[in-house]
Structures are given as C-alpha cells and as structure tokens.
C-alpha cells in the first residue's frame, strides 16, 4: 500500500495480480479445484495460500475469469486440461447470445451463479488476515465481458464492420464489472485487479481500445473507492498510454512489455507490477533464470515483483519462492 501511495516501502513488494494458485498450494492447504473455483470456503483456503505459503504480500481471489459471464447468462465449460488434470474454467461455444440481441443486467446479477460464493470467499480471506495483507479482488474488463457473452470472433468483426453495435454490450460489461467490484469491496477487498485480456493489441486495432474501451474503463476506475489494477495481456505499447488515462494506480505488465517503454509514455505517477515470464520462466526453468529476469525487470523500473500473467498451475513453489527472494533484496 506504501508503494501505491507513493512512499517509500520498506522492502520491495511482491505478489501476483493475476491467479498465482498451484496445485502444490492446492496440496498443502487441501483445497483443489473445481471446488475452490465453486465454493467460498475453499476458494478462500486456496487464496490465502499465497500468503501463507508462498509468503506473496497481497492475496488474490478469484482463480478463473467466468464470474460475471456466468451470472449474465454464459455458457461455461469446466477446466480440464488435456493430461486430465483441472484447470481454470472458460466460456465455451455456442455463444449465449448474438450482437443483436438486447443486453439486460439483470436485478438480482450478484446473487447469481457463483458470485454470493466469491463474496464469501473474500469476507473470509478478509477475517482471516485483517490489515496485514492486503487483499485483491478480480474483475473482468469491460471489453473482455462483452467477447464473453457474444463471443470474441463476432466481437473483433464489430470492431470495424459495427462499432456502435457493440456500444451497449460494452456498457453491460461496464456495469456487471462495477457491481462485482463494489460487492467484493463490501465483503473486504482492499484493492480491485481488472483483467481485460481481449482488449490486447493482440487481438484488437490499438485505435479500437482508444474509441471504445477507454471511456468505459475509465468510467469503471472513476466508480471504484479502492486502488485499482489494470492487467492486458501481451505487448501493450501501442495502447499503453491510453490505458494509464482510464487511471488505474497500477498496471500490470506482460513480460512482452518493457517497464521502460511504459515509463515513458505514461509518466511517473503510475505504479508499475510485473516481471517474470510465466509459460516458460516460472513453469519450466529453475531458481537462476527466475532470479536473472526478476533483477533485470526491477532494473527496468517495475516496482512490484510480479509474475507476469496468471501461472500455471503446474508452477513449482520454489521458482515463486525465489521471486520473493529477490524482491527482499530491493
Ligand atoms: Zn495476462
């Protein structure tokens, strides 16, 4: 908290943004998915792993990106990886409704599907470690709900054959996002992390985030009372700048975005978190190349040794251990 209020810390901060559960973590606190995606006293048993066992200074819930999809009406489909193992549920096909379909937020939307359990789920967390650490609550951005509910192939295609089309989809993304947010506050979220993995300029025109996402986001950010993250997957340079004008107090970078680049862009205020490749650093490699790309990425100016999107599952706790390592240094 230091770090967002701009004040010295006493050492370097280091937690994830994004889901840092494991199945190590899962073993050691017996609680396992698809039950800690689905239930408030496992998701929160998991959650506080972070904490407990990988010492990371923030806790984050939830694990998966289908909340708010789901209790809008969303097909989800369960998280299984190929070698049978589970992994974090998704939106799956067909998709639930057209683009031409009236969007409708729905009175009763935080009551709806897995939601009460989330909420549960962080009033827990909360209990559990009070002011010591802070604690994180997920969203999905504006945009990335929207390809959710009318699926991302007719979402790009809008992007330049219907714009306005896709107007009010994003304006229910918007709500449904604030309304979570404002519940997981409620239940006792210190900080709200909004993900947006379809508004990467990986996927859109880096002008489609600027005409369309950035007034809905930024309308977002304005309606919630605690520090905000923003996470976009992938090289977000083209957009960078106009991510940091939604006013987050941090972002959360991709390790294919270069701290400094976004130094540049988006001046000095910004808080910066990130750091460590996840596919193929944390998961694959061991404790020297983890400590190597967190020396550097400090170097380069992030400010919160993270990893930089959600970890594998398979991810050993002692590559995770080794970036709190690092961050104790600095
Ligand atoms: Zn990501």
Same mark, same amino acid.
């Given at each position: 908290?230091?770090?967002?209020?701009?004040?010295?810390?006493?050492?370097?901060?280091? /937690?994830?943004?994004?889901?840092?559960?494991?199945?190590?973590?899962? $073993?050691?606190?017996?609680?396992?998915?698809?039950?800690?995606?689905?239930?408030?006293?496992?998701?929160?048993?998991?959650?506080?792993?972070?904490?407990?066992?990988?010492?990371?200074?923030?806790?984050?819930?939830?694990?998966?990106?289908? /909340? $708010?999809?789901?209790?809008?009406?969303?097909?989800?489909?369960?998280?299984?990886?190929?070698?049978?193992?589970?992994?974090?549920?998704?939106?799956?096909?067909?998709?639930?409704?057209?683009?031409?379909?009236?969007?409708?937020?729905?009175?009763?939307?935080?009551?709806?599907?897995?939601?009460?359990?989330?909420?549960?789920?962080?009033?827990?967390?909360?209990?559990?470690?009070?002011?010591?650490?802070?604690?994180?609550?997920?969203?999905?951005?504006?945009?990335?709900?929207?390809?959710?509910?009318? &699926?991302?192939?007719?979402?790009?295609?809008?992007?330049?054959?219907?714009?306005?089309?896709?107007?009010?989809?994003?304006?229910?993304?918007?709500?449904?996002?604030?309304?979570?947010?404002?519940?997981?506050?409620?239940?006792?979220?210190?900080?709200?992390?909004?993900?947006?993995?379809?508004?990467?300029?990986?996927?859109?025109?880096?002008?489609?985030?600027?005409?369309?996402?950035?007034?809905?986001?930024?309308?977002?950010? &304005?309606?919630?009372?605690?520090?905000?993250?923003?996470?976009?997957?992938?090289?977000?340079?083209?957009?960078?700048?106009?991510?940091?004008?939604?006013?987050?107090?941090?972002?959360?970078?991709?390790?294919?975005?270069?701290?400094?680049?976004?130094? $540049?862009?988006?001046?000095?205020?910004?808080?910066?978190?990130?750091?460590?490749?996840?596919?193929?650093?944390?998961?694959?490699?061991?404790?020297?190349?983890?400590?190597?790309?967190? $020396?550097?990425?400090?170097?380069?100016?992030?400010?919160?040794?993270?990893?930089?999107?959600?970890?594998?599952?398979?991810?050993?706790?002692?590559?995770?251990?080794?970036?709190?390592?690092?961050?104790?240094?600095?």
């Amino acid at each position: 908290m230091a770090v967002i209020n701009h004040q010295k810390p006493d050492r370097m901060p280091c /937690f994830g943004a994004n889901c840092t559960a494991t199945y190590e973590q899962m $073993e050691k606190v017996q609680a396992f998915w698809p039950k800690a995606h689905e239930d408030g006293e496992a998701m929160a048993r998991l959650a506080l792993a972070s904490h407990t066992i990988l010492g990371f200074d923030a806790i984050r819930v939830p694990f998966c990106q289908t /909340f $708010e999809a789901r209790a809008l009406g969303a097909n989800i489909k369960p998280g299984k990886l190929p070698d049978n193992m589970e992994g974090i549920p998704g939106i799956d096909h067909p998709p639930a409704f057209r683009i031409d379909d009236t969007p409708v937020f729905p009175n009763d939307f935080l009551f709806r599907g897995h939601i009460p359990e989330l909420l549960k789920a962080v009033s827990i967390v909360k209990k559990e470690v009070g002011d010591k650490v802070p604690v994180i609550g997920g969203i999905i951005g504006p945009f990335t709900l929207a390809g959710s509910l009318i &699926d991302t192939i007719p979402l790009l295609k809008a992007t330049f054959k219907a714009p306005d089309k896709l107007r009010p989809w994003l304006e229910l993304g918007e709500k449904a996002g604030t309304a979570l947010a404002k519940a997981i506050i409620d239940a006792g979220a210190d900080i709200i992390c909004c993900e947006d993995m379809t508004a990467s300029p990986e996927l859109i025109a880096p002008k489609t985030y600027k005409e369309l996402e950035l007034e809905f986001q930024t309308k977002q950010f &304005d309606a919630i009372c605690v520090p905000t993250i923003l996470h976009i997957c992938g090289k977000v340079d083209p957009i960078v700048k106009w991510m940091a004008q939604t006013r987050p107090d941090i972002l959360s970078l991709d390790t294919k975005t270069n701290p400094k680049v976004v130094r $540049e862009k988006c001046g000095p205020d910004i808080v910066l978190l990130g750091g460590v490749e996840v596919a193929t650093t944390l998961f694959l490699k061991g404790p020297d190349e983890i400590r190597k790309e967190s $020396e550097q990425a400090i170097a380069d100016g992030i400010q919160i040794l993270a990893p930089g999107c959600a970890v594998g599952p398979g991810t050993p706790t002692k590559n995770l251990l080794t970036m709190l390592e690092v961050a104790k240094e600095h």
